[in-house]
């Protein structure tokens, strides 16, 4: 079987771009199956225990493992918000680098103008990078 | 309609993933093995020997073993995320094989986003991975986690602009073209001609020599991605017991070992296709021996070389664990945003450069 894509690529008459979309979708089918059946099999795997071995309940099995000694609180704990800090910082480089994946497929025919563009884009996203760096935003201490 | 079943359920399809899970287990066992020999040779031990010749069914015995132990949830844990998070690990880094060719024309899915599907798809079990650890309700798994994620997702960026510079460079995401490419294109570096030698003058790296560096930071990126030394301070057996899977027995916790080697052979598989002619031959043309056409093309040649070269990077990555001693965690997230962050954006301009003016 074959799809929609590899059909484009022997024929080049058929329109890629103008094919509707659950056409240009054809190519992904196989990969949904593959997230589906990866999910079946984990399943199967993760719970072969479930079914396979009895379960004997004690009480010291069940508390959370600290390093054998009683655990003291919850682990449900506020944490340091330097974390939240670098999840944020990951969100906005992140984004940059998806606005640049398509920009760097199209880049042989987009040429000098492109690369204006986009040197333009990187620089403002740079300085606001030194603006992170000198604030102390990165400093773990 | 959206889906056609009847044409999709066939054998066609079902029998590369079968084949696909197979493989990954028959791997990770042999990993496993591969990594404790060459721990121990390294530590000048002897490692495993008791079980099969030389110890080689050691793994097949720890398999059996987690086998027979009941999974374990503890009280106050979330059961539904802790039940959830394995699942979500595996099949994420699962689906990303998907898209990766194990020998030449033989595709599974050939899609022309390929790279940014492994990227965004195998991304996916940090969410698995923040699960666990928070669903376990222990201290340490909930460390092992937050360490985990921030580390995870501050190498991310480095290794989105080491695929970005080598995609300006091919103008492609889609894998097929950019092995393709790297039997066609022959200027060593933009200098010589070596197209009539073959081999591995026609890698990526050694046509343009700034993928080299390209490929250590996607490298060293990959290898914190993994979460494995000297990046494995989630995991750090010494001081968080074993982070963020702690509380994880049978085979759940094999579920997400087996992931984890899975990442190993996905970084290695994408640094091969990337920066090592993937299915091309690495040797050269010498005089009257044509040793690069005759030891490339052919399904047994092309997974050959494939799979040797990823192999090869997964021992590299077993030589660093064992020889170099942990970062501490401000380290490690420092060097990832002061050091390979700027490294790989000036690196990719240099890619953009080096793309419109320097190469021919």
């Known amino acids: ?141 | 309609m959206l889906f056609n079943l009847n044409a999709l359920i066939t054998l066609e399809l079902l029998l590369p993933i079968t084949l696909t899970f197979v493989f990954i287990a028959i791997y990770a066992l042999l990993g496993v093995y591969a990594e404790r020999k060459i721990a121990a040779f390294i530590q000048d031990r002897v490692g495993p020997d008791e079980v099969g010749y030389k110890g080689t069914l050691q793994t097949f015995a720890d398999i059996l073993k987690l086998l027979q132990k009941e999974i374990i949830v503890p009280d106050s844990a979330d059961k539904i995320l802790f039940w959830l998070a394995p699942i979500l690990i595996f099949a994420s880094v699962f689906a990303g094989f998907a898209v990766l060719p194990f020998m030449h024309s033989e595709y599974y899915v050939n899609i022309n986003l390929a790279l940014l599907w492994v990227m965004t798809i195998v991304s996916i079990d940090v969410i698995g991975i923040i699960m666990a650890g928070w669903a376990s309700n222990n201290k340490y798994s909930l460390y092992g986690s937050m360490r985990a994620v921030s580390q995870m997702i501050a190498y991310e960026i480095p290794l989105g602009f080491a695929i970005l510079g080598v995609a300006v460079i091919y103008g492609t995401l889609n894998i097929n073209q950019i092995i393709t490419m790297q039997s066609i294109e022959g200027y060593t570096w933009g200098l010589w001609n070596t197209k009539n030698y073959g081999g591995f003058f026609l890698w990526s790296i050694f046509q343009h020599p700034h993928l080299l560096l390209i490929f250590l930071i996607f490298f060293t990126a990959g290898i914190a991605e993994c979460n494995r030394a000297p990046f494995d301070i989630p995991e750090a057996e010494s001081e968080l017991i074993a982070g963020f899977h702690i509380e994880y027995s049978g085979f759940a916790f094999a579920t997400i070992m087996l992931a984890e080697y899975a990442n190993m052979l996905i970084i290695s598989l994408l640094s091969v296709i990337m920066f090592f002619g993937g299915w091309n031959s690495p040797l050269p043309n010498l005089g009257n021996f044509f040793l690069y056409h005759w030891t490339n093309g052919g399904l047994f040649w092309s997974s050959f070389w494939l799979l040797t070269k990823s192999f090869l990077l997964i021992f590299i990555m077993m030589w660093i664990r064992w020889s170099w001693p942990r970062f501490r965690a401000d380290q490690l997230l420092q060097f990832s945003w002061k050091v390979l962050l700027p490294a790989s954006l000036t690196l990719v301009i240099f890619s953009v450069l080096w793309k419109l003016w320097l190469h021919p």
């Open chain 1, 1 to 141: 079987m074959k799809n929609y894509f590899e059909q484009y690529l022997q024929n080049p008459c058929l329109n890629y771009n103008l094919a509707p979309f659950s056409k240009r979708m054809q190519e992904y089918y196989g990969a949904f199956i593959m997230i589906a059946i990866g999910l079946g099999l984990a399943l199967i795997l993760s719970n072969l225990q479930n079914i396979l071995i009895r379960k004997r309940f004690t009480e010291r099995k069940v508390m959370p493992y600290e390093s054998g000694m009683d655990p003291v609180g919850t682990a449900r704990d506020r944490f340091s918000i330097k974390f939240y800090l670098i999840a944020m910082l990951f969100i906005l480089f992140d984004i940059e680098i998806i606005f640049m994946y398509p920009w760097a497929v199209q880049y042989k025919q987009l040429g000098i103008f492109g690369f204006i563009e986009m040197f333009s884009f990187v620089l403002i996203l740079f300085v606001g990078y030194i603006y992170v760096v000198k604030k102390g935003g990165l400093d773990w201490n």
